[in-house]
């Protein structure tokens, strides 16, 4: 084996570049145009269907530079502002929260339930009664977020949401697809955050968009993501806008991935399936799953926990270097470490497993580490039940994208088996 396996890497359906061409030959090499309005209109199509048999939604999609664009654009419109505060799940990527500080808000994290490892919706209930009582306002938003593809229990939320008066803005980046009770994540909530970067389901290169309730809510998301440019034959500004449109170059690559999104999220799950009966012999080895028949993960990434009575072999020179270059690549940015080690990170089982699959050509990466215990949220409120850095301590994602093939998979669970100490 020397090809490297790694955990997402975009797949090109092969139709990008006839509707890359079109945006040249016609001239639309400008953030709008036909591209753009496709690609909005077939997410649409994608996010309205049901499971069920039930009549479709008819939610409005508006495709932006990017995921975090599109968070930031959602809090916009459910009013946050200087001084708010906003419910943000803590196990998640950085681009759930920092809009909210952009915004001049707070964000206040709530921990992890263990089944779905997503949102817990009593921390939730207790976080809102308390942060009333505390500063006297009611929260202005709920973010939970579909954890490496998991729904949430947007049931359990849309109740207490829905009791509180608080909107629900749904964090779907890495779910496209997922689903609850057969209803695709992203349109439950007030708004729903979805993902095109590099590494996600489908990819834009760079992109996002935001679902919304209906055609004139995604007018209002579009006229801040355009700049704010109110309806005069000359430049006239009444509020502050953003440059956060997506291009039409972009949304052509995003026209020719919506031809492969569905065999996307089956390959992914396919990929989950053979990972259930590859690592079901391994002592010590969990493979995180959908909790209940309720839960459709789209299995974006598929994830592993680590006993930490498991032995693997080197786990004492575990942390022995600190590492070049920042997780994920950061495109090509590195900002070096001020240690080897902090004071919440992986235990050395996990990480010595993370090496030896690196050693292996695997690239495995730990669970995203809860924004509650970020450095650079020391001072925000936070919720917490010891659930998500449990799993941070024990985690690890495995690759999962499309070119993972079922040879690559037994070269994983081979490696695995191999790397703990009999
Ligand atoms: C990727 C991601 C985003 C943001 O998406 P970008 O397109 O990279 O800006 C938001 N939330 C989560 C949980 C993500 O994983």
Redesign the pocket.
């Known amino acids: 084996m020397n090809k490297r396996i790694y955990l997402c890497l975009a797949h090109m359906s092969g139709r990008e570049m006839d509707f890359i061409k079109e945006a040249f030959d016609s001239n639309w090499v400008v953030p709008m145009g036909p591209n753009v309005n496709a690609f909005e209109d077939e997410l649409a199509a994608f996010v309205n269907r049901r499971q069920d048999g039930a009549a479709p939604l008819d939610k409005a999609v508006a495709c932006l530079s990017?995921?975090?664009?599109a968070?930031h654009l959602a809090l916009l419109a459910c009013g946050v502002g200087p001084g708010d505060e906003v419910l943000v799940q803590s196990f998640?990527?950085c681009?759930?929260s920092h809009p909210v500080t952009y915004l001049g808000a707070t964000p206040v994290f709530v921990d992890s339930e263990p089944d779905s490892w997503n949102i817990d919706p009593d921390l939730l209930e207790k976080a809102i009664k308390d942060r009333v009582a505390v500063t006297g306002h009611k929260p202005k938003a709920i973010i939970p977020?579909a954890?490496y593809g998991m729904p949430y229990r947007i049931d359990r939320i849309t109740e207490i949401a829905d009791r509180h008066g608080i909107p629900v803005v749904e964090?779907a980046?890495?779910g496209l697809g997922s689903t609850f009770d057969g209803q695709v994540l992203g349109t439950f909530g007030r708004y729903g955050?979805l993902?095109?970067?590099g590494n996600?389901m489908i990819t834009t290169s760079?992109?996002?968009a935001l679902v919304c309730p209906d055609a004139e809510a995604k007018n209002h998301v579009l006229f801040y993501a355009t700049q704010a440019r109110e309806s005069y034959p000359y430049y006239q500004h009444e509020h502050i806008g953003y440059n956060y449109r997506m291009s039409n170059i972009c949304a052509g690559i995003g026209r020719g991935q919506m031809t492969v999104l569905d065999d996307h999220i089956a390959h992914h799950r396919h990929v989950q399936q053979q990972y259930r009966s590859l690592l079901a012999g391994i002592p010590g080895i969990t493979l995180h799953d959908n909790p209940s028949p309720r839960h459709r993960s789209n299995f974006w990434l598929c994830t592993i926990t680590i006993d930490p009575s498991v032995k693997v072999r080197g786990q004492d020179k575990a942390y022995a270097a600190v590492l070049a270059g920042a997780v994920g690549g950061a495109a090509g940015v590195t900002h070096a470490a001020a240690s080897a080690t902090t004071d919440c990170q992986p235990n050395a089982n996990v990480e010595a497993m993370r090496s030896a699959l690196d050693a292996a050509g695997i690239e495995a990466r730990p669970l995203w580490k809860p924004m509650h215990r970020q450095p650079v949220y020391s001072t925000a409120p936070a919720y917490t039940n010891g659930v998500s850095e449990a799993l941070f301590r024990t985690g690890l994602c495995l690759p999962a994208g499309p070119w993972v093939t079922d040879d690559d998979l037994r070269h994983i669970a081979t490696t695995i088996r191999s790397a703990i100490e009999q």
């Open positions: 990017a995921g975090t664009a968070v998640t990527f681009a759930s977020v954890l964090d980046a890495e955050v993902s095109f970067n996600k760079g992109g996002g």
